[in-house]
């Protein structure tokens, strides 16, 4: 979280890239590997992956839920339609 004055409140704090956070390097981010990635980065990775909806007044969990959730639909495209036919 950021301080009022845009400081970071804990400078000792380690960061981690996109690149590292996918520690499988198989491109598909688990809920772990993007809670370890700062708001920003997940705007980021929003904006890569064509995530809609998602802006900075979302909180952390909610870019995360909504990263995941475009993840699978990426992952399972028929999965949201009925398979009767």
Do not use: C, F, H, W
């Amino acid at each position: 979280m950021t301080a009022l004055d845009g400081s970071d409140p804990d400078p000792e704090a380690e960061t981690v890239t996109l690149e590292e956070a996918d520690a499988n390097n198989d491109g598909v981010y688990s809920e772990e590997e993007l809670r370890a990635l700062t708001k920003a980065q997940l705007l980021d990775l929003a904006g890569i992956l064509n995530v809609e909806s998602v802006t900075a007044s979302n909180t952390k969990a909610q870019i995360i839920a909504a990263i995941l959730a475009a993840q699978e639909s990426a992952l399972n495209p028929g999965a949201d339609q009925s398979q009767e036919g």
